[in-house]
Structures are given as C-alpha cells and as structure tokens.
C-alpha cells in the first residue's frame, strides 16, 4: 500500500505529499468484521435459506421447484417438487399480525388458479386438468369433495383467481379481502374510499408535475449554494437583530404583564376565589419574566462577546461558495453516498430475510408443520448483523467526510489554484482508501457504542410506554437524550479529526487530541459557527421547501382536473427538504472543514515572510480587520473572553 513511517511525533499542519497508513488495526479488525457478514450471508446461501426465501417451502419442510430430502418425524416431507415451483396458502387471509406470518397451511403447486374455483368439484377439475392440486398431499385429486378433512385441508371456498409474485413465487389472490382485512385498522381514516380514490387520482394525474417540481427543489438547492454567500452577510445580521429585539420585548412585555396583573390584584374589586387566581396569575407572570429576564441578560452577553465572530461566519461562507466553484463534483457526493447506502441496504435486509427463513426444520407437534428455526448459538447471527447495520453505514458516511476534508484541505493549502490536481475530489478519494480506511473504521465504531445503547433504551422505552412508572420514564427519556446529546458531540469531533487525518496522516486518536485542542482555543468561534451558520442553512432548507411548495400550490391549483392535491404536494415538500439538506449539509461539512484549516493557519503563521497565511483573501480581510480595530490575538482572545464572560454573568 505503499505507507511510510509513522509521523505521529511531527505536527506541522500542512498537507503532506509523503502519507502513511493510519489505525491499521482497525482497519484489520474492520476487515474481519467484514468478513463475517459476508460468512452470514454465505451461511444463509449453503444452508437452503436463500433458496427458501426466493422459491418458497411448504409447511412440511419442502422447498418448492426441487428436491427435498426427508425430515424425520414428518411423513409429507422429502418430496420431489421440480414441476411445482409456487407457494399456495389454502387460507391466504389467515394472518399472525403478531408474528408477522401465515397461520395458514402452504403447498407447492405447479400452477395458481386463474379463475375463481366456487365448489370442490371446481377444486377437482382443476387439480386433474392443469396437474396443480390444492388440496394437501395426502389428499387425492379424486376426493376432493368427499374427504372428511377437505374443511381444514383444502382451500377455503371460494378460491380468488391468485396471481404468483415474480422472484418470491408465492401465489397471492388479486381480489383486496385479504388486504382489507390486514389493514384494518388503518383503512378506518380512510373508510371513504371515494376519498381515497381522489387522493390516488390526484397523484396519478399530476406526476408531471410532481416530477417538474422535484427538478425544481434541485435547481433551487444548487442555487442557493452558489447565492447564498451573497446574502449571508444581511441575513446573520436580521436574524441576530431579530433574537436581540425578540429577546427583550418578551421580557419587557412579561413584566408589563406582571405590574398590570398586580395593579389589578390591589384594586379589591375580585371577589375571595377571584383574587386567588389572580395572586396565582401574578406569581407566575413574576417567576416567568425572571425567567425570561436571565435568559435575555445570557443571550445579550453571549451575542455581545460573539459580535466579532459573525463575521467569520460570513467570511467562512463567502469562501465555501468559491470552493464549490473550483470544486463543482463536491456537490454530487451526497449522490454517491446515497446510492452506496442503499445497495448496502438492500443487502442487508436481503440476508436479514434469509436469516428468517434459516436455521433447522422443527416440527410442531400441536398442528405437525414444519417451521425452521435457528438454535441459540445461532441467534447471535441476527445481532451480529444488526450491529453491522450501523457500523457499515456510518463508515460509508465517514468516507463521504473524509473525502470533502481532504479535497477542501487540498484547496486551502494551495497557494496557486492553478497548480491544484485535476480531479481533488478522486484524488482524496484514492488517498481515503489507500492510507486511511482504518481512522475511518474506528471513528465509525466510536459512533456505533453509542448509537446501540440509544437505540434500545428508545425500544425498550417504546415497549414499555403506558406500562413503566414516572420515575422509569423520566430515567429512560433523560438516558436516551444524554446518548443522543453525546452522539452528536462525537460526530462533531469525528468530522475535525477526519479533517485533521487528512492533513498530517496521524492516526484518529492523535487527530481527534489534535482537533479538539485547536477548537477548544477557539471555543466562541465555533460557538458562532455552529449557531448563526447552522441556523442560516435550516433557514436556506425552509425557504428551498418554502419556494417548492408556492410553486407546487400555482401549479396544482391550476391543475383541475382534480379536487384533491395535498398528498402530491406533501410528496414534494418531503423531497425537497431531503435534496436540499443533501445539499446544504455538504455545504455545512465544507464551512467546518475550512474553519478548522482557517483556525489552524491564524495560529501557527502570523503573514510574515517564511510564515504567509494560505487563506482565502475574504478571510485575510477579516483578519486584518480584526487587527486594525484592536481584537485579541486568536488563540488567546477566546480564552479570555470565555473567562470574561463567565465573570460577567455571574456579575449580572
């Protein structure tokens, strides 16, 4: 793999053209693990559970459309089934909504019945005629309508015309009973069906337009990418005026609130039960406008000490848009994750679906069929597979990461743009895979021991809803928030030592120690950042969803062909908030990344000669303006204003 020498002693903070390996045995332990989920979907294959999935089996161990070999104990097993190749339930409408299964018994037939089938005569003519019996084995075709066990072995009169599923061959009636009766209750919301049938119509009759507005929400998602580091700098600005306004006219309407309650209180004219309410009134209006009174003094302090720092916001995403510009492929990886995440996902739920139908034939002795199930230590398998569910994922969308840090890295490390690689985004992707696949396997773990807890106490929270205590509940809420609160933390300082690998190819532990030094000095800046900046991209998905819909209300509205449109126009809001937040948080990865190389360059280079910063001159600006009006030194300047502020607000 060509690694060199390890370089975890020398930090210099600028791109090296010499790399190394990084987390090898993580990535050796990721390999393995990988290995293993490949060894549980060839279980699956060599055991007979795929072929049971795709082809079918009956419910005495037979798997349809080839050969089976006897199970002991049961006497229909065992049977040479190569001319009938589809699965037939003889009470299709027989569900276990509990178990998620047919309760029904099932047969492989060479043929599902075409044409309703009223009588068991029909039942017979059609088992002579076309080779396809329906009833159970034991029953020949012959005494269908006179064996005594033709109520529970045959099928239940009248037999729906069924129609065989492609790939899974199962034979599933085309009339909607059966649907009915499983969706009960959710057809009850909808029990007008001429209701539903304009809904399904007003879909089917505005697809055109459903796709034109899609294609909307898209032009409108690359558009505001490349705008909206134009208007940022009004935008920060309104909203930090409209949080300081709102902040104190909230609180000064709270305490007009409470001086005209107690003014009314004095005046005597309430009568005794009147005057409770009203003391109660006031009470509470005197606890919310304290309330409300700290919480502005916080925000005014904090927006006060942060003043300087919007601006970096600005100028940080001023600079992500011309990165954009130089590097336009950024934009298509949301693309490329997404398709790798789904074929990832239809694998995964493939061999989930195979491991259901594994496992050994146990008879059951209440009913004698056949039901295959998988013995204790095999169980496992299905949490083994589960957890690679989440660690596969969030390695996918680590490599996503890694791959904008190291293309936006390139980009601000590179004092002549012209002498940049031809393709950034492929270069760091092959730089991704050739030395840092291991940094990404253990980031990737690290989000998975937290995400696994968070995940059962929210399942075990589910089950047990209605039925634990106020205490239980309280604990379970505070423990699933405090995990997804720690979640977040993590994947935050992921992303920077992803950032921090791409630069020095230091392993994840020296990048995250690294990373985390570098935002901690900085700690107001990335508070800026990840408040105005964060708030101003929701603000840009609200306005992409905003602008979709009025387009999608002129346009459905002018469409009146139908009277029904909100499910269409749901179907497009929906999209649009998912492309547009593909987009922007593409966008957002990119303002952190360059925040981190912006924090870095301020700290070790000062623009003397031998030191020149590599930044943009948007930033170079701010930083020159931020000497010219007398702010602290960088690194410094956060810790004392932290230290300020802390003092300030005890003070107050």
């Known amino acids: 793999m060509g690694c060199c020498s390890s370089t975890e002693g020398k930090q210099d903070w600028k791109p090296l053209e ?98 309703e089938l009223k009588t068991y005569n029909d039942l017979k003519s059609f088992a002579l005629n076309n080779g396809s019996e329906l009833c159970s084995y034991d029953i020949t075709p012959t005494r269908y309508t006179s064996h005594s066990d033709r109520f529970t072995k045959c099928p239940k009169l009248p037999v729906p015309p069924s129609k065989s599923v492609p790939v899974f061959h199962r034979c599933f009636p085309m009339d909607t009973t059966c649907i009915a009766e499983f969706a009960q209750g959710f057809v009850t919301f909808v029990s007008d069906n001429s209701v539903l049938h304009r809904v399904i119509a007003g879909v089917m009759a505005s697809k055109e337009i459903i796709m034109g507005l899609c294609l909307l929400a898209l032009a409108l998602s690359l558009i505001l990418m490349i705008v909206i580091r134009y208007i940022s700098t009004v935008l920060v600005w309104i909203l930090t005026a409209l949080v300081v306004i709102g902040s104190i006219g909230g609180t000064g309407v709270l305490w007009w609130l409470y001086v005209d309650h107690k003014n009314a209180l004095s005046s005597n004219t309430q009568s005794v039960f009147g005057k409770e309410v009203a003391a109660d009134n006031v009470k509470a209006l005197l606890v919310f406008a304290i309330g409300a009174t700290i919480f502005t003094v916080i925000i005014l302090l904090i927006m006060f000490f942060m003043r300087k720092r919007v601006a970096l916001t600005i100028a940080l995403f001023h600079v992500a848009g011309k990165v954009f510009t130089h590097l336009p492929l950024l934009a298509l990886q949301p693309f490329w994750t997404f398709i790798s995440l789904m074929l990832f996902w239809v694998y995964w739920i493939a061999v989930l679906l195979f491991l259901g139908t594994a496992g050994s034939p146990i008879r059951n002795n209440s009913t004698g069929l056949v039901e295959y199930k998988m013995k204790e230590p095999l169980q496992y398998m299905v949490w083994y597979h589960a957890v690679g569910l989440i660690w596969i994922s969030e390695f996918i969308l680590a490599f996503q990461q890694m791959t904008i840090a190291g293309a936006v890295v390139t980009y601000y490390f590179t004092r002549n743009k012209s002498q940049m690689p031809l393709t950034p985004i492929l270069s760091s992707m092959l730089r991704t895979l050739r030395y840092h696949m291991g940094t990404l396997a253990k980031g990737a773990f690290i989000i998975t021991l937290v995400k696994i807890p968070r995940l059962i106490l929210t399942y075990i929270h589910t089950q047990l809803k209605g039925k634990e205590n106020a205490c239980a509940r309280c604990m379970l809420k505070t423990c699933v928030c405090c995990l997804w609160c720690l979640e977040k933390c993590l994947a935050y300082l992921n992303q920077n030592a992803y950032t921090a690998t791409a630069i020095n190819s230091t392993s994840f532990c020296t990048s995250a ?68 937040h593909c987009f922007l948080s593409v966008f957002e990865n990119v303002v952190d990344v360059l925040f981190l190389c912006f924090a870095i360059d301020s700290k070790y280079n000062d623009g003397s000669p031998g030191k020149e910063f590599y930044m943009d001159k948007a930033l170079m600006e701010f930083v020159e303006n931020s000497k010219k009006m007398g702010w602290l030194k960088e690194g410094q300047g956060d810790r004392r204003e932290m230290k300020s502020m802390t003092r300030g607000g005890s003070s107050a």
């Not at 005495?60 to 589809?86: A, H």
């Not at 819909?549 to 179907?571: E, H, S």
């Open 513 to 580: 120690r690294d990373a985390f030094m570098i935002l901690v000095e900085n700690a107001l800046r990335v508070a800026a950042i990840n408040t105005m900046g964060d708030f101003v991209l929701f603000l840009g998905k609200v306005l992409v969803v905003s602008c979709t819909a009025f387009a999608g209300i002129l346009a459905l509205n002018y469409q009146r062909d139908y009277t029904v449109w909100v499910l269409p126009l749901f179907i497009v809001c929906i999209f649009a908030f998912l492309v547009a």
């Open 18 to 115: 010499e790399r190394c390996c990084t987390d090898i045995p993580w990535l050796i332990i990721f390999s393995l693990f990988s290995v293993g989920m490949m060894c549980i979907c060839g279980f699956a294959i060599a055991t007979g559970a795929a072929s049971r999935l795709i082809s079918g089996y009956d419910s005495y161990g037979n798997t349809c459309g080839q050969k089976n070999t006897k199970i002991e104990g049961v006497d229909l097993s065992g049977r040479d089934q190569m001319e009938n190749k589809y699965v037939f339930f003889i009470d299709p409408c027989n569900i276990d909504v509990i178990n998620r299964k047919f309760r029904s018994i099932a047969l492989c037939v060479s043929m599902c019945p075409a044409t």
